[in-house]
């Protein structure tokens, strides 16, 4: 049974830092490729950043240089370092398998201005 568990999420404040985590199970983590989404409410769902198998990363323009996408396959693990939060990340982010389509069920994050 495959199951992607995100952590990490809660409230902060504009400027300040989370880390989230998603831990996998079920699958063969080190080939998959994997990526964060979120959801702002009312808003469709986006990709916020991925990482391949062979490390290499791309993200939005929104969080580029405040974001940063790791994975630790030893660990089956997925991270996402969010700096210099603001109030438009806020949103449920969401780990995703691209090589299977596998979600998460989500992590809240609030950032308060």
């Known amino acids: 049974q495959v199951q992607l568990v995100e952590s990490g999420g809660g409230l902060v404040q504009a400027g300040g830092s989370l880390r989230l985590s998603c831990a996998a199970s079920?699958?063969?983590?080190?080939?998959?490729?994997m990526a964060w989404h979120r959801q702002a409410p009312g808003k469709q769902r986006e990709l916020v950043a991925a990482?391949?198998?062979?490390?290499?990363?791309n993200y939005a323009d929104s969080v580029k240089g405040r974001f940063t996408i790791t994975r630790d396959n030893a660990k089956n693990t997925l991270y996402l370092q969010m700096n210099a939060l603001k109030a438009e990340d806020t949103g449920v982010y969401y780990c995703?398998?691209?090589?299977?389509?596998?979600w998460g069920q989500g992590t809240q994050v609030t950032v308060s201005s």
């Open positions: 990482i391949t198998r062979g490390q290499s990363t």
């Open positions: 995703y398998s691209m090589r299977n389509g596998y």
């Open positions: 079920g699958i063969s983590f080190a080939i998959h490729d």
